[in-house]
């Protein structure tokens, strides 16, 4: 979640409010009243959806449109019904809010109402990026498992006993029943002799010329 | 026939690992071997490395990560941070020998001592940063000979092939905004293979926009796709930038046999990769071109795609 956030007044006109989004360089803007609390969320798009009944008025110049935005108070045109995340959610419940509810961000709101971050789908990739260890320098090893408990920990005992430390873990599903597959980074060049010994553990190791990019 | 210089030092084999590990001296003994018996060693024009040169060294990396490394080698520290990258008491030293091997090769040919060098050397240098070594690497040797080269030499442009299976990521990171040196990598895609960098968008920063290129490659391609890659990003890249000198980073670890990743080319292959990059620079460098080995860990691939290499860069 991002803490400093741009917030714009219901009273504010649509000029200041794109003006302020352009600063920040995002895409959508929570609309804070005189306490705080958010009263609703305004988009680039709504903005563009503002303007465009005019643009189809003949005779519609560029300095109508901007007299337009500056007559025409944020109130009049954010979405008031806005998706939010709590303070208590977790990176879960905001893809899956955002997924559910096709929105690009979530203000943050704690339990007065008062909007204390942000989260965008940016937010979201960055932490995925983050979370798969991409960009880590590391070696990606995949093994199929079956579904079964203790597989994971045993793969990463193997793995231990090398003195590599794991960067990321990533385990799923796998086409065949009765199994999963686990994605591990770990950091180091020297993968043959760890894939070897979890073959010799009894796993099969994927190989990746069998799956396409 | 070329006049092709050879760097390599006996010291090479001090640095040695203290437990097992696929980057070991006897990589270079085999290598040495192979060339004795197929009756090559005797052509070609033998040079004795020296240890780099402090500003030359300084030209690539900071003082403070190479005293962190002599002080490490003088505690006898196991590893660096990095825990695949082991080392001993002489790997300081030796480190800057083998950055020594891609100097000592590339004056030869700067000089017109040699029409083209070949240096088998080690530690290989390709993942060290300015500020890190990793990946079995100490020093970045082929960034060290060509600030060398355009310090001491005059050299202007510099174009640095790397088809070491892995990506090179510490040569990239030295020459990411420098427009003066090209660095073109051929590797495994990054999502599978060590250290994970050299997506094909990355092309450089700033004034070096334009002066990286990255091929990746899909985990099971062989001898057709690169070839397709050289003729269609290798080709046009260096006919653009006009290098005076092409330096190569010469790893043999995409062979089929070699264990550490899924590429699969063959002895045939390294015949066509060496040909392509030695036809280029007869043709825009006036035939000036650089070998530095870097990894390659299937001793038996290893030593045949040299002697094809060493052929091919003496052109019989
Ligand atoms: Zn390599």
């Known amino acids: 979640m991002q803490r400093n956030i741009v917030t714009v007044a219901p009273s504010a006109s649509l000029f200041e409010a794109r003006d302020r989004m352009r600063e920040g360089n995002v895409r959508q803007i929570p609309v804070t009243g005189g306490d705080g609390r958010l009263a609703g969320i305004l988009s680039d798009r709504d903005i563009r959806g503002a303007v465009l009944p005019g643009g189809l008025v003949p005779g519609f110049s560029a300095e109508d449109a901007e007299k337009f935005l500056k007559d025409t108070p944020v109130g009049k045109v954010m979405t008031r019904k806005v998706i939010t ?34 989260i965008s789908r940016t937010n979201v990739l960055e932490a995925f990026i983050d979370v798969l260890g991409i960009g880590e320098v590391s070696s990606r090893i995949e093994v199929i498992v079956p579904d079964k408990p203790g597989t994971l920990a045993q793969l990463a005992a193997i793995i231990s006993s090398f003195h590599v430390n794991i960067t990321s873990v990533l385990a799923t599903g796998h086409v065949e029943a009765g199994k999963r597959a686990n994605f591990f980074r770990i950091a180091t060049l020297n993968v043959a002799p760890i894939k070897k010994a979890i073959e010799e553990a009894g796993f099969e190791i994927l190989d990746p010329s069998r799956y396409t990019l | 026939m ?58 690539v990396h900071g003082r403070e990560y190479l005293e962190k490394l002599e002080s490490a080698c003088r505690r006898g520290d196991l590893t660096l941070d990095a825990e695949d990258t082991y080392l001993n008491r002489h790997s300081y030293n030796v480190a800057l020998l ?44 082929v960034a060290v000979a060509a600030k060398y080269l355009q310090a001491r030499h005059g050299v202007g442009k510099v174009f640095i092939v790397d088809w070491d299976v892995h990506h090179g990521n510490g040569t990239q990171s030295v020459f990411l905004e420098d427009p003066s040196v090209f ?57 653009r930038f006009r290098p005076e000198i092409i330096l190569v980073s010469a790893g043999f670890d995409a062979h089929r046999d070699d264990p550490l990743a899924d590429i699969q080319l063959s002895d045939e292959g390294f015949r066509f990769l060496t040909r392509r990059v030695a036809e280029l620079s007869d043709a825009y460098c006036g035939g000036r071109m650089v070998a530095v080995l870097e990894g390659g860990y299937e001793i038996g691939s290893l030593t045949s795609c040299i002697e094809i290499h060493i052929r091919e860069l003496l052109g019989e």
Do not use: Q
């Open chain 1, 85 to 118: 995340a709590t303070l208590s959610d977790t990176l879960e419940d905001a893809i899956v809010l955002m997924h559910d509810f096709k929105v690009n961000a979530l203000p943050v709101v704690d339990r007065d109402g008062k909007v204390v971050g942000i």
């Open chain 2, 2 to 59: 070329k006049r092709l210089a050879f760097a390599y030092h006996p010291d090479y084999l001090l640095h040695a690992p203290p437990f097992e590990h696929p980057e070991s001296p006897e990589r270079l003994l085999a290598i040495v071997e192979r060339l004795r018996t197929a009756g090559l060693l005797d052509r070609l024009i033998p040079v004795t490395p020296d240890y780099a040169a402090e500003e030359d060294i300084l030209a």
């Open chain 2, 98 to 141: 083998s950055a020594g091997g891609a100097v000592a090769g590339s004056k030869a040919v700067a000089e017109g001592a040699a029409d083209r060098a070949f240096c088998a050397i080690r530690p290989p240098g390709h993942h060290a940063g300015r500020e890190a070594g990793m990946g079995f690497c100490l020093m970045n040797n």
């Open chain 2, 183 to 239: 660095f073109f990598s051929v590797h495994e895609h990054p999502t599978f293979l060590y250290p994970g960098t050299g997506r094909r968008w990355e092309i450089g920063k700033g004034k070096g926009e334009g002066t990286t290129l990255n091929a990746p490659m899909a985990p099971g391609a062989g001898d057709d796709e690169y070839r397709l890659t050289f003729e269609e990003m290798l080709t046009p890249a260096v006919e």
